[in-house]
T-cell receptor, first 110, second 115 residues
Framework: DQQVKQNSPSLSVQEGRISILNCDYT??????FLWYKKYPAEGPTFLIS?????DKNEDGRFTVFLNKSAKHLSLHIVPSQPGDSAVYFC?????????FGTGTRLQVFP | NAGVTQTPKFRILKIGQSMTLQCTQD?????MYWYRQDPGMGLKLIYY???????DKGEVPNGYNVSRSTTEDFPLRLELAAPSQTSVYFC??????????????FGQGTRLTVV
């Protein structure tokens, strides 16, 4: 029973273009959503978050959009850079739990 | 700044052995979490704790036990290791998410192999 799903295991984007990573969730108890970035052999690091009372949050090149009615969020990276190549996890928080998705491997090529 | 520290970084266990994965944080966070990441898979929540003396099951608690006697420490115990527990284990800590504190901090992980 996967409560947080990232249906695209991988994404390849050219440097300078937009990267869009998607995430769906099933549980209405979630009230806060986060994106994490993970490099090999390291722990995940926080990227950006959004409260369920908002529909957009922006931080530099990173923007997260939340569509509560569709239970869907997305992370936009503009412009994409080679250093953005990593695995990206979305996570949802509610009732004291922090549940992660399966991850999307982003590769940004020159 | 130490943050979240996990020990050991690597361990090989034989089937049926037991071990404790250590996790300590120095940020005075109430909440602590244990996750496992299997190859090509996401992070699955094993156990979590909202404060000293309080623990609860996550998505995949079977085969594991935890305790939280102090705010700083949240050890994860494997009693009878099985090959299915071969994974990378991550510990994390946070204040309650969404109360103005927006992130959980992760340790570097413990890579466990059960043979």
């Amino acid at each position: 029973d996967q409560q947080v799903k990232q249906n695209s295991p991988s994404l390849s984007v050219q440097e300078g273009r937009i990267s869009i990573l998607n995430c769906d969730y099933t549980n209405s108890m979630f009230d806060y959503f986060l994106w994490y970035k993970k490099y090999p052999a390291e722990g995940p690091t926080f990227l950006i978050s959004i409260s369920s009372i908002k529909d957009k949050n922006e931080d530099g090149r990173f923007t997260v959009f939340l569509n509560k009615s569709a239970k869907h969020l997305s992370l936009h990276i503009v412009p994409s850079q080679p250093g953005d190549s990593a695995v990206y996890f979305c996570a949802a928080s509610g009732a004291d739990k922090l549940i992660f998705g399966t991850g999307t491997r982003l590769q940004v090529f020159p | 700044n130490a943050g979240v520290t996990q020990t050991p970084k690597f361990r090989i266990l034989k089937i049926g052995q037991s071990m404790t994965l250590q996790c300590t944080q120095d940020m005075n966070h109430n909440y602590m979490y244990w996750y496992r990441q299997d190859p090509g898979m996401g992070l699955k929540l094993i156990y979590y704790s909202v404060g000293a003396g309080i623990t609860d099951k996550g998505e995949v608690p079977n085969g594991y036990n935890v305790s939280r006697s102090t705010t700083e420490d949240f050890p994860l115990r494997l009693e009878l290791a099985a090959p299915s527990q071969t994974s990378v284990y991550f510990c994390a800590s946070s204040y309650p998410i969404g109360t103005g504190n927006t992130e959980a901090f992760f340790g570097q992980g413990t890579r466990l192999t059960v043979v």
